[in-house]
């Protein structure tokens, strides 16, 4: 089998990338690439003969390296990620893909030309919870989707923001609570609930200083004639956490975090539900300690990747798909700035 060359860019979040792929049985090769001196001599303490760089152009021009994860802030996915694919590298991006959809595209277009592969870090997607929501709603259990309320409770304080001097800028950060902190669960939104119609939105900066929001409510209507209210914040103290319900004419589902708080599937009984909810009770925890070799989080994607790699298919979520996430946050600032409902094509 081959054999894979793997390089992590951006030390922050990248250390979880540089992890997974440093336990991968299929690299052989691990290389990293940050402008921060002292991260790389900490990270080069803790993995023996990794390949440290300082230029992403020198990087860039290392043979031996097939698969290039993206972790840099922002507002920079697109432009490294397309340096990297024209150069011959495989690429997966942190999320979001990018801060707008036309630089997204970008990614997508040179994922074309470059004939390369394209993965997106959504690693939400992978938790067993969410798993057994998307296969039951596959399956038509809850009937016609009618209803959604999905929320992201959290807290970050100032220093949070200030720290590094990116976070809570437009430029780099692309929007606050909604675009970093909430963007994995607009994707699980849309992911179940469909394609999107419109969407009518407002934002304020309620408790922080800094440019971008920390706080959105939102109205989402989708092409299936569903309708689901999304709300973000990064100032609820202490933070309570992220909510997904699902409401359909013949069931629902309710989660909290990584557990159900209901599951009413049509014609559940209240021994199944319970059994249900109990299987669940604990949430990812449980889910690896009595599922032998379950992988999660950024770990289950980076996997993914270099499978994708060996093995000549797509990655678990490409650009196209990535981008869905991305259009909806922008929405909701374009319906706020202007007052306006967003109409999607």
């Not at 920390?214 to 990064?234: E, H, M, P, Q, Y």
Request: hydrophobic share 40%.
């Amino acid at each position: 089998m081959k054999k894979i060359g793997y390089c992590v860019v951006g030390l922050g979040i990248g250390q979880d990338h540089l992890a997974a792929a440093a336990k991968n049985p299929n690299v052989d090769y691990l290389a990293v690439c940050d402008i921060d001196e002292n991260r790389l001599e900490k990270v080069k303490a803790k993995y023996s003969d990794l390949i440290c760089y300082t230029s992403f152009d020198e990087m860039l021009k290392d043979p031996k390296i097939d698969i290039v994860s993206i972790c840099l802030p922002s507002g920079m996915h697109a432009d490294f990620a397309v340096k990297a694919l024209d150069a011959g590298k495989n690429v997966l991006c942190e999320k979001p893909i990018d801060i707008s959809v036309e630089k997204a595209l970008t990614i997508e277009e040179a994922r074309i030309r470059s004939g390369k592969k394209v993965g997106v870090i959504f690693q939400i997607r992978n938790n067993p919870i969410i798993r057994e929501a998307k296969k039951a709603l596959d399956e038509g259990r809850f009937g016609k989707i009618i209803l959604g309320n999905f929320a992201v409770k959290w807290y970050r304080d100032q220093p949070y923001y200030d720290a590094g001097g990116w976070r809570g800028t437009w430029a780099m950060d692309g929007g606050g609570s909604l675009m970093n902190q909430a963007v994995h669960t607009v994707d699980i939104m849309q992911w179940f609930m469909g394609d999107v119609e419109s969407v009518q939105g407002i934002y304020t900066v309620a408790n922080h200083n800094i440019e971008t929001e920390d706080l959105t409510s939102s109205v989402i209507r989708f092409k299936n004639g569903a309708t689901a209210t999304f709300v973000s914040t990064t100032c609820c103290n202490p933070s309570r956490g992220t909510f997904m319900q699902v409401y359909g004419a013949d069931g629902c589902f309710e989660i909290t975090g990584e557990t159900f708080d209901a599951w009413k599937p049509a014609g559940v009984t209240p021994e199944e539900e319970k059994a249900m909810i109990e299987k669940y009770a604990h949430g990812n925890t449980a889910a690896i300690a009595s599922t032998p070799g379950l992988v999660l989080g950024h770990a289950s994607q980076v996997n993914d990747m270099i499978d994708a790699v060996i093995n000549d298919r797509d990655p678990q979520v490409g650009p196209l798909e990535a981008i869905k996430a991305v259009r909806i946050i922008n929405a909701v600032y374009e319906s706020s700035r202007t007052g306006k409902v967003i109409y999607f094509d």
